[in-house]
Nanobody, 126 residues
Framework: QVQLVESGGGLVQAGGSLRLSCGDSGRTVSRYHMHWFRQAPGKEREFVAA????????RYAETVKGRFTISRDSTKNTVYLQMNTLKPEDTAVYYC???????????????????WGEGTLVTVSS
């Protein structure tokens, strides 16, 4: 049973930074493409960032490009999302997801994910 667990969420002022982590008890993170999605109140879940199984390829939503960085540490079986220059509109529940497809999609979608974590809340105050 794959269990992805996110951590690192919290309350931060606009302009601040947070680092989210996602891991699991098995080796899911090292075997899958890994993604971060987010869902704000009243909105649909949206793609934030992805990193390929190899760690070489990354994808970002335009809204976070240049501010967020996704990375993975296979030795720790963990994927990270470093979030800098946070804005109030970044407030959402952030979800980690694993994708078993052969290639990392240029436009990852929530419906293509195989496993999800339960999410961690990020609140950015103005």
């Amino acid at each position: 049973q794959v269990q992805l667990v996110e951590s690192g969420g919290g309350l931060v002022q606009a302009g601040g930074s947070l680092r989210l982590s996602c891991g699991d008890s098995g080796r899911t993170v090292s075997r899958y493409h890994m993604h971060w999605f987010r869902q704000a109140p009243g909105k649909e879940r949206e793609f934030v960032a992805a990193v390929s199984r190899s760690g070489i390829i990354t994808r970002y939503a335009e809204t976070v490009k240049g501010r967020f960085t996704i990375s993975r540490d296979s030795t720790k079986n963990t994927v990270y999302l470093q979030m800098n220059t946070l804005k109030p509109e970044d407030t959402a529940v952030y979800y980690c997801a694993a994708d078993s497809q052969v290639y990392l999609s240029p436009s990852p979608s929530a419906s293509a994910m195989d496993y999800w974590g339960e999410g961690t809340l990020v609140t950015v105050s103005s």
